[in-house]
């Protein structure tokens, strides 16, 4: 049996899933779960941030949506990570879309709560501020890496998001989708999955992407470096 997609923190430095469990737990204990389905969106650009999101189960793309309408996938996020502190943080407008990229399972952090338990926790707010300096180096990161050659782009996303499981785990995302991911065209995408495909390492199905081998991605990645 396929073993379901595991968090993938390589993929973004979120503040509260980068908190240790006690720190986190005040933020969450009036935080609703809420439930959404596969391609609903969830949020919207240039709304005013009310609260932040802890994801549960599932994933959710960030990104933007261009002049024709199409979604441009940013970033992608699993169970674990969160996303829409820093709108909070300075109180501002969301700066990106987020759709839901199959079911998944959220938990809603109002403004008021969030605010609330760094006012009354000051080490919890200095150890933000020291996630902001990571989140910052994170961004740099990857702008950096998409010098890298697309082949080697592409296996680093698809091994970061199958983790470091031996068992094979069933990616919901489109060629298109992995484009978007690591800034190259879909005709490169399918040129490298058709290679990655002959050296046993995915299997391409409909709408998703079979990692048939994570360390051997993960090996692949730097060879083509």
Known sequence: MLQSLPAAPQLHASLL????????????????RRHFSGGQLIQ??????????LIEQ??????????DGRFVALTLLGPGESYGELALLRRG??????I???????????????????????ATMRQMLALLGEQ????????????????TRLADLLAALAG???????????QQDLADLTGVTRMTISRELARLASAGLVRCGYRTIEVLSG??????AGRTA
């Open 17 to 32: 899933a980068g908190l240790a469990p006690d720190d986190r737990a005040p933020f969450l204990e009036s935080a609703p």
């Open 44 to 53: 919207s650009r240039g709304e005013v941030a009310r609260g932040c999101w």
């Open 58 to 67: 599932g994933l959710v793309k960030l990104g933007q949506f261009d002049p």
């Open 93 to 98: 407008e969301r700066t990106v879309d987020a």
């Open 100 to 122: 839901a990229q199959g079911d998944c399972t959220l938990r809603w952090i109002a403004a008021g709560q969030f605010e609330a338990v760094l006012a009354a926790n000051p």
């Open 136 to 151: 910052l180096n994170y961004s740099l990161a990857r702008q950096v890496g998409r010098i890298a050659p697309a082949a």
């Open 164 to 174: 470091t499981g031996t068992a094979p785990a069933v990616l919901p995302l489109t």
């Open 215 to 220: 360390p051997g991605l993960a090996a692949h």
